[in-house]
């Protein structure tokens, strides 16, 4: 059978800051924007990257069709 005994109760979470309490960064958006421009040029290597590659497996793919039809 089942007993119906009760949980102990645990206190959810650390102390909880106020607006006041909260230290304003000052590199926060200096941090930021270095942030964005890193991820952008990413993007653009990763990007040309595929291109790149998916050129190279299209002409391959037309080779290949080419030599098996001829």
Known sequence: MVGSETLPQHPVGGPIL?????VPDAGFDARWAAWIARGR????????RLVTWLSIAAV???????WFLR
């Open 18 to 22: 106020v607006a006041s309490e909260a």
């Open 41 to 48: 040029a990413h993007d653009q290597r990763v990007r040309r």
């Open 60 to 66: 391959g793919a037309a080779i290949v069709y080419g």
